[in-house]
T-cell receptor
Framework: AQSVTQPDIHITVSEGASLELRCNYSYGATPYLFWYVQSPGQGLQLLLKYFSGDTLVQGIKGFEAEFKRSQSSFNLRKPSVHWSDAAEYFCAVGRNAGNMLTFGGGTRLMVKP | GAGVSQTPSNKVTEKGKYVELRCDPISGHTALYWYRQSLGQGPEFLIYFQGTGAADDSGLPNDRFFAVRPEGSVSTLKIQRTERGDSAVYLC?????????????FGPGTRLTVL
């Protein structure tokens, strides 16, 4: 069965600093990987997704993620964090048929001024 | 255009009662998903509809949970004999056709509290 692990429950960074959120997955076939962001009172919003091809994918709001098959990882990065990026971030893997998502436990990002 | 909407936004009920949660997907989306998000956790898959039929209900925790989508659009998640452990945010998502490359768009959720 597939699973997703986000090792960091909370991360605090200073505004303007770089960010990396870790995600490790377990999946028997080629994984379809996603990063979602959830802000208070709002629904989950897709940041980016990886299916195949270039292992570095660009998303919205200046985020990018790199797929590393050898490490079973799909880490999310941003070069310079803004206060508005404070939210909860979820990594997910999609199953084959129907694309039901298996989510990690999430990482809560706090941004210091 | 309109996104996925869910009603009610909040539902408080007593243990043992029956509840219905509604989801209106994005118009034209044939795939519809229900997830449950408990406090401090990531969403967990419950059930997936393709059109009117439940294509995969392997995530439903027990037979107290049931969902329908009779006309292939609006869906209702039904919970019988609610228990305190059912308290969570119930999320609905829709995608164009359920393909692996299709983006799932999520609604704001219904927060269910069972007293």
């Amino acid at each position: 069965a597939q699973s997703v692990t986000q090792p960091d429950i909370h991360i605090t960074v200073s505004e303007g600093a770089s960010l990396e959120l870790r995600c490790n997955y377990s999946y028997g076939a080629t994984p379809y990987l996603f990063w979602y962001v959830q802000s208070p009172g709002q629904g989950l919003q897709l940041l980016l997704k990886y299916f195949s091809g270039d292992t570095l994918v660009q998303g919205i709001k200046g985020f990018e993620a790199e797929f590393k098959r050898s490490q079973s990882s799909f880490n999310l990065r941003k070069p310079s964090v803004h206060w508005s990026d404070a939210a909860e971030y979820f990594c997910a893997v999609g199953r084959n048929a129907g694309n039901m998502l298996t989510f990690g436990g999430g990482t809560r990002l706090m941004v210091k001024p | 255009g309109a996104g996925v909407s869910q009603t009610p936004s909040n539902k408080v009920t007593e243990k043992g009662k029956y509840v219905e949660l509604r989801c209106d997907p994005i118009s034209g989306h044939t795939a519809l998903y229900w997830y449950r998000q408990s406090l401090g956790q990531g969403p967990e898959f419950l059930i997936y509809f393709q059109g009117t039929g439940a294509a995969d209900d392997s995530g439903l925790p027990n037979d107290r949970f049931f969902a329908v989508r009779p006309e292939g659009s609006v869906s209702t998640l039904k919970i019988q004999r609610t228990e305190r452990g059912d308290s969570a945010v119930y999320l609905c998502a829709s995608s164009l056709a359920g393909g692996r490359t299709d983006t799932q768009y999520f609604g704001p959720g219904t927060r269910l509290t069972v007293l």
